[in-house]
């Protein structure tokens, strides 16, 4: 009898964001642009959460030549802040808040958040590595030139050279936000998304 | 993309955030939204039943109707709504197609009015969901079906036909007696022969009078002549009609294989093996055998009934049931056969003097008809002939019409399971080229755009009017989403080159233009500098210069499909290893130099020396370039002949922002 209780239970959770004005003072983002967001949100997913199975599902459809199931796990892991299972609205837009309206020391502060997998405050090569063979995966088996298989590696050793200041095989976030805002590339890559919504 | 889904293209935009620490190579610029307009409702009027959505709903399929700017002829002035003339009722279904993403098929609507909908607003009937598309394509089916049968009875009636051969004619006629009254006589006439061999046959062997001898003689012997002349007739009538027929068939091979040819010929062969042998005794018997096969006339009534057919086509396409039934009953049989027979082998004067012959007691008794003339005597033989009567009841009597009604519904169900799966492939098939069709797209607008900036630069104001097919917004933003990721991780997306031709033959008419121009660029900026920070980004255009210069080729060769030959891939490969180095060692001599120099290394036979010069991509630079600008880094040997003007080209270089010239290799 539990059982079919706590089935029913999960099959009808609801959740109700917070009133508009809420997430306004909240995040960065302006009325309009809030209910433009919850109207897609809402629209693919009527219970007004999401799960990691609709995250990835959601996320594979941009992506229909690789397999982004890994890369949408880590994602959906820096979404839901509160480590919870689920991603509310109010995870959704507090993360595209960071992401489209914050400060260049936000946004990096969020990569460094999804890099660093177990949340230590440390990014080790492990993580590096899983996170980089996540992002190759998404590009598929039809690429030009064809993956090898130790590029992502040498892609990990690429940035550990980079952002590894002192060498002791980790990053932390200190070192992270230097390396970065030293880099040009980066730094200007960061603001490519501002106009998105 | 879904429609849904488009909603979240913002948010895997900023998830691409992600990427960027990561990035070896710098991003592309993102598509800039010219006309940024504020989401707004618009009211659809449809025979006066109003509508209403957002813009960007109807934006998310751009190539139907409401999608694009067709949709502006039915905008009316004065009440600024969009009035269609059409069925309110299917209207909602696609109106909630735009919302959803799924089309539906309401089971009430007709349709050919549905498919006529459909048409008319530019949308693919293969997008119905998987909930009605097997309605759908079952209607459609009957619907087809339907009006073919009342297309061949119209013509039929018509009787007009164009000129059909003599040969064509009598076919027809063979086929199908309705055709004329020539025909119909002759169906007749076979038809009464057929019935008239059939009752020959059997009337032949009744016992008709007695002959001064007290002998009993069958008719056939009694009227021997006049027997004979009847076979001799229907013999001759059956041949004659089998020769009109091959002559007339259109594929005579088939014809000859077909079953009711191989009816007609078994039918009529005995008569002539008959004619053909001798009177001698050995080879009478067998020749007696052979008449038996007389009775097959009686299956030359299947042409003339359509129930004998459908009966024949029934039971062949059931032969896997009936084939299950008689091999568990062969089973059931064998295991009782030889039960009984060990039984009684006991007792004396027995009947079952071997397995076989046990085989007829055991299916006389399974079936329950019990003649009686094989009996058990011993007490084991008798319990086991009651288990073996009261289990034949049981694998018989019971399965029978569970096996019947089985028939049925297995029958169907395999129609409807090999339909969807024949549907279901196609469906697929269609589904891979879409999503193949979205990378090509990608590719494709790669190309697109930045062919268009090309033009933009060389300020060809009509050919830019030929690129106005501009993609949507959403998927500009999806491809430079696609574009990130391929510069974050350095690899590039490859897609078959026949499909990538077939989009490149939209543009074939401005495939003279676009190699003129690129020449004209190449030579113009054959001796150019550039940037040295954008040194790697080469490698994220090697997809659209091996398209172009692939073309090129293909031009000189003549090959419109020819998938892009390895040996040019191999070059690209030189030039994206290139670029992972260079971004290592960010000093600007250092990796212009290398990026020159490997260059020269990825000269291929086939292109032309002219276009062998160095991708720029210039981006907004910083004024302090210029004066780099002047020295000049060592040229890319051999230079290309008579370079002229292009110490000109370096301020254009540098106040153009976001243009590739692209030169081939």
């Known amino acids: 009898a539990d059982t079919v209780e706590d089935e029913m239970e999960m099959a009808t959770v609801r959740h109700r964001p917070e009133a508009l004005e809420l997430l306004e003072a909240q995040s960065k983002f302006t009325k309009k642009e809030l209910q433009i967001l919850y109207r897609g949100f809402k629209n693919e997913c009527p219970s007004g959460v999401v799960n990691e199975e609709t995250f990835k599902e959601i996320y594979s459809q941009f992506f229909p030549q690789g397999d982004s199931t890994t890369y949408a796990h880590f994602l959906f892991n820096a979404f839901d802040t509160d480590h919870n299972g689920s991603v509310s609205f109010e995870d959704f837009v507090m993360g595209l808040s960071i992401l489209l309206r914050g400060t260049v020391q936000e946004k990096l502060n969020w990569a460094f958040n999804l890099y660093d997998i177990n949340k230590d405050g440390y990014i080790t090569k492990e993580e590096m590595l899983d996170i980089m063979k996540a992002i190759y995966d998404m590009m598929g088996k039809c690429t030009y030139p064809v993956l090898k298989e130790d590029a992502p590696r040498q892609h990990v050793e690429t940035f550990f050279q980079k952002m590894d200041k002192n060498k002791d095989g980790v990053v932390t976030i200190d070192e992270f936000i230097e390396s970065c805002q030293k880099d040009e590339n980066i730094m200007r890559s960061m603001q490519l998304f501002e106009n998105v919504i | 993309m879904a429609a849904g889904v488009a909603a979240w293209l913002p948010f895997a935009r900023a998830a691409a955030i992600g990427w960027m620490p990561v990035a070896n190579c710098p991003m592309p610029l993102a598509p800039t939204e010219k006309n940024k307009r504020q989401d707004e409702l618009i009211i659809l009027n449809v025979s006066g039943r109003r509508f209403q959505t957002w813009r960007t709903t109807l934006e998310r399929y751009p190539d139907t109707l409401l999608g694009s700017t067709e949709k502006e002829f039915f905008f009316n002035e004065d009440t600024k709504e969009y009035f269609f003339d059409r069925d309110p009722e299917v209207f909602r279904c696609i109106l909630n197609f735009y919302r959803t993403g799924k089309l539906h098929y309401p089971r009430y609507e007709c349709i050919s009015a549905y498919d006529e909908e459909l048409a008319f607003y530019g949308i693919l009937p293969e997008i119905i969901g998987d909930c009605c598309y097997e309605e759908y394509k079952d209607r459609k089916r009957e619907n087809a079906e339907r009006l073919m049968d009342d297309n061949d009875s119209e013509n039929n009636q018509e009787g007009s036909m164009p000129s059909l051969s003599f040969r064509q ?244 169900q395999n129609q409807r399971a090999d339909k969807r799966r024949a549907q279901k492939k196609a469906r697929l098939a269609r589904i891979r080229v879409a999503k193949t069709g979205s990378s090509n797209a990608y590719l494709h607008s790669k190309r697109n755009g930045l062919l268009n900036e090309a033009l933009e630069l060389t300020g060809s104001t009509e050919d830019e009017q030929h690129m106005t097919k501009g993609t949507s917004l959403i998927e500009s933003q999806h491809h430079h989403l696609l574009h990130c990721l391929e510069k974050t991780t350095g690899l590039s997306y490859l897609v078959d080159d026949p499909l990538l031709s077939v989009r490149t033959s939209t543009i074939k008419n401005h495939e003279f233009i676009d190699e003129q121009l690129f020449e004209q ?43 892009v030959p390895a040996t040019r891939l191999r070059s690209m490969q030189e030039l994206s290893t290139i670029h992972i180095q260079c971004s290592e060692q960010p000093s600007l001599t250092t990796s212009r130099s290398s990026l020159n120099m490997k260059s020269d290394d990825g000269l291929r036979p086939n292109c032309k020396a002219a276009q062998i010069t160095t991708a720029i991509i210039s981006i907004p630079t910083p004024p302090a370039l210029t004066p780099e600008g002047e020295s000049r880094p060592p040229p890319p040997p051999p230079p290309p002949p008579g370079s002229p003007g292009h110490s000109t080209n370096i301020s254009t270089a540098t106040t153009t922002s976001n243009i590739v010239k692209v030169s081939a290799l």
């Open chain 2, 521 to 563: 660029n190449c030579m113009e900026s054959s001796m150019q500098n550039y940037p040295s920070s954008r040194s790697p980004s080469l490698s994220s255009h090697h997809g659209l210069t091996t398209s172009c210069c692939s073309r090129r080729s293909k031009k000189t060769t003549h090959l419109p499909n020819s998938s």
């Open chain 2, 169 to 412: 004619t009598m076919w027809r006629a063979f086929e199908n007696p309705h055709t004329s009254t020539l025909a119909l006589v002759f169906y007749y006439v076979t038809g009464f022969f057929i019935a008239v061999s059939v009752i020959t046959n059997v009337v032949e062997t009744v016992p008709c009078g007695t002959v001064p001898g007290n002998k009993e003689l069958p008719c056939g012997e009694r009227y021997a002549v006049a027997f004979f002349c009847l076979d001799t007739a229907c013999v001759m009538i059956f041949t004659v009609e089998y020769l009109l027929r091959l002559f007339a068939a259109p594929s005579r091979y088939r014809f000859i294989r077909s079953v009711m040819s191989i009816i007609d010929v078994v039918a009529i062969m005995p008569y002539y093996i008959g004619l053909v042998m001798t009177n001698n005794e050995d080879v009478s018997g067998a020749f007696v055998t052979l008449r038996v096969f007389r009775v097959f006339r009686i299956f030359k009534f299947s042409r003339h009934s359509q129930g004998l057919r459908i009966l024949g086509y029934t039971l062949k396409s059931c032969a896997s049931e009936l084939g299950f039934l008689l091999f568990s009953l062969t089973m059931a049989i064998i295991i009782f056969a030889t039960v009984m027979f060990y039984a009684e082998k006991g007792s004396s004067a027995s009947k079952f003097t071997s397995i076989p012959a046990s085989f007829w007691y055991t299916i006389v008794t399974m079936t329950t008809l019990g003649y009686g003339d094989m009996v058990p005597k011993t007490i084991a033989g008798k319990i086991f002939g009651s288990i073996c009567s009261l289990s034949g009841v049981l694998v018989i009597a019971l399965p029978v019409p569970v096996i019947v009604s089985n028939f049925s519904r297995i029958y169907h």
